[in-house]
């Protein structure tokens, strides 16, 4: 339905655009711009059931603090869109052991029976590799591990 009011519009608009490059910008920059928050609201509507990484490190803070699992709605609402954490707060699941870094001062790791987990406190960087026979159950205990890690700087 938008794209037909679209196109209508733009039919509209077409004939007295002629001959007037400051009208045609003009234009272009009001109607990009009501698009572009259109579609910041759609996105900020959903409420998303699944976890991804910055609603998974929203709800693990929540619990720590609150111990009671917060909200789908709460996540949702806490969940950045614009410059998420993702782009700083770096997460590499499933890593090869020859792509983790080498040890070095300011790095953390912790080794257990189905995954290696590193994590940079300066970079704020985590990796886990994990043993082809992990379990689903031991994959999310090494993503939980690497973000509680992350919070509380310590490995429990």
Known sequence: MVNVISLVVSLALLPQMNGR????????????????????????ALQLS??????FAIALEYYLQN?????ISMCNEQETVIFPPSLFC????????????VSRTGQQR???NY???????????GWIALST??????????????EYYSLMQRWD
């Open 133 to 146: 026979s992990a379990s689903e159950t031991e994959c999310f205990s090494s993503v939980l591990q690497l």
């Open 115 to 125: 995954s290696i987990l590193v994590y940079d406190d300066e970079a704020h960087i």
């Open 110 to 112: 912790m080794v257990n």
């Open 67 to 71: 111990n009671a699992a917060p909200s």
């Open 50 to 55: 699944t976890l991804n990484q910055q609603r």
């Open 21 to 44: 490059p400051w009208a045609v910008w003009s234009l272009f920059v009001l109607f990009t711009a009501t698009h572009l928050y259109s579609n910041y609201r759609a996105v900020r």
């Open 90 to 101: 770096k997460r590499y699941f499933g890593c090869q052991l020859k792509s983790m870094p």
